[in-house]
């Protein structure tokens, strides 16, 4: 059987920081070695919100306050139609500013608050420049969910903090995580996956790039489908290198 699915990319043009574009390009090319076949939708400011229910994975990627604040504008709009393609189990991948807005809201620096669409239990804070921001390479056991080790590079301001309904994507092994505080990162809340690893995180991690593709075929055709294997030789092995270098065996 031939399977295709189709991606849509919100806000390309202002949610890409660090790379995360690189996410969309390896979901296309890893669908691409098995046969299925990808379109890609690009949902700019303004798209019309029907345009996600033809969707089978949303990505959305991580930017700078600025960016965030049109986007927050253009997504507030659109929260009844995002919430029904969360809470219907459609998989989808959120990136540090987008896994942010999936929650009740982000208190700035400055401490003004932005309201977030409330779908995640959790909610974000910055403590402002007396705080450093938690940057460098991260080390994630994911093995609870995925299962893998998780390798990835963060760069964030805010501290995220997860309620009772929501659980994390993995333990920090090294890196900062969600807070720097109580060492879990991200979050998973049905088929949808919050995380602050850019990098990009799939192309370093293609156990979870597959494990998104099989959920979404599964989601789409009804089935339990068995993905051709690929050889990541090149990729297991950066990551291993990357791994080893911040003090961490995997």
């Known amino acids: 059987m031939s399977y295709s699915l189709t991606i849509g990319w919100l806000y390309p043009e202002l949610m890409s920081t660090y790379g995360d ?13 098995r046969g299925i076949k990808t379109t890609v939708k690009r949902l700019d400011v303004g798209f ?15 930017a700078q306050d600025t960016q965030q604040k049109k986007v927050s504008e253009d997504l507030s709009k659109k929260k009844n139609a995002f919430e029904q393609i969360i809470e219907g189990e459609i998989p989808g991948l959120f990136i540090c500013g987008a896994y942010q807005f999936l929650g009740k809201y982000y208190k700035e620096a ?3 608050i932005l309201k977030g669409l409330g779908i995640f239990d959790l ?16 080390t994630v056991d994911a093995k609870g969910v995925i299962p893998s080790y998780l390798i990835g590079f963060e760069n964030h301001g805010g501290r995220t903090y997860l309620g009772k309904n929501i659980k994390p994507l993995g333990k920090v092994l090294k890196g900062f995580g969600n807070n720097d505080k109580d060492e879990f ?19 370093k991690n293609p156990t979870f790039a597959d494990y998104l593709l099989k959920k979404a075929i599964d989601k789409k055709y009804k089935t339990k489908v068995k993905l ?3 050889n990541s030789f090149l990729e297991d ?14």
């Open 110 to 112: 400055d401490g003004k």
């Open 21 to 33: 574009r690189g996410n969309i390009i390896c979901l296309q090319k890893r669908s691409e070695w």
């Open 228 to 230: 051709k294997t690929l």
């Open 185 to 203: 990162e991200g979050a998973v809340y049905k088929n949808s996956f919050g995380t602050y690893l850019h990098g990009p995180i799939l192309p």
């Open 123 to 138: 909610y974000t804070e910055n403590p402002g420049q007396d705080h450093k921001r938690l940057i460098g390479n991260i």
């Open 237 to 250: 092995k950066a990551r291993r290198s990357i791994a080893k270098r911040i003090g961490i065996e995997i």
């Open 48 to 62: 019309e919100s029907k345009e996600l229910e033809t969707c089978d994975f949303i990505f959305m990627g991580g």
